[in-house]
């Protein structure tokens, strides 16, 4: 069946999946190859973390009640960043993109991500900016709940042991102390938190590409996805 002209070649491309198995990276770098606008969701969710953390930090903890009553006083965009080929993210009108990789955001992301009155606030921004094609989003539910009728999913996963090194050899050039049990722990609590929340679970679509990179290289994954690419769309 052919794929009609103006969506073959603005698509709106899903890429889900657990944390650390690169899901960003080949976004970005598919993104890059199609000439596509690539969306990290992730670093959204991020940014209200961040905003939770520098004004509603009480007693060792985000208060999350009072963070939901300010959503609409944070204001998330992308700029490009031509330098890396990627988009920067900002919070009202700050470039936070290396705050909001630190461990601390880490740690609180999915408690703030499963609070649904959180993603009903990004997941409306989401589709504002995905709404006219040529994207790549990436995130935890853009192909079942975003974009449920994507033209193209991916779902990428890899063991907990692989994530938790990649996370590690990439904080630990930051964080001196940091340790890969601490990694570890922080990605298996990440990942209860994401597959149990009620709202918008992490579960992959039926109609997603499973992608298991446990023992590909970042190559190899990418050029998988990149075939599979090129099929869908005839390119």
Do not use: C
Not at 16 to 42: E, N, P, R
Not at 111 to 120: D, G, H, M, T, V
Not at 149 to 155: S, T, Y
Request: charged share 30%; hydrophobic share 35%; net charge positive.
């Amino acid at each position: 069946m052919s794929i009609p002209q103006p969506k073959k070649y603005s698509p709106i491309i899903a890429i889900d999946g657990y944390s650390s198995t690169g899901k960003s990276s080949y976004a970005k770098m598919l993104a890059k190859k199609f000439g596509w606008k690539h969306i990290d969701t992730g670093a959204m969710y991020r940014a209200v973390t961040l905003y939770g953390i520098q004004f509603f930090w009480e007693d060792q903890n985000i208060n999350i009640s009072k963070l939901e009553l300010h959503l609409n006083d944070i204001h998330i965009n992308f700029i490009f960043n031509p330098n890396f080929y990627s988009n920067d993210t900002y919070l009202n009108g700050a470039n936070v993109e290396n705050e909001i990789r630190n461990m601390k955001v880490s740690e609180w992301v999915s408690s703030i991500a499963e609070r649904s009155a959180i993603r009903k606030f990004l997941v409306e921004q989401q589709r504002k900016i995905g709404e006219n094609g040529g994207i790549v989003m990436d995130g935890r539910d853009i192909g079942t709940v975003v974009f449920p009728n994507a033209d193209l999913k991916f779902f990428i996963t890899a063991s907990v042991e692989e994530r938790a090194k990649r996370r590690f050899l990439e904080l630990h050039k930051k964080d001196k102390s940091l340790t890969i049990e601490k990694v570890t722990k922080n990605l298996q609590k990440r990942d209860y938190i994401d597959e149990n929340r009620k709202d918008s679970p992490l579960i992959m679509a039926s109609d997603a590409f499973l992608i298991d990179n446990t023992y590909l290289t970042q190559e190899e994954t990418y050029k998988k996805m990149e075939q599979i690419v090129i099929k869908r769309f005839s390119l």
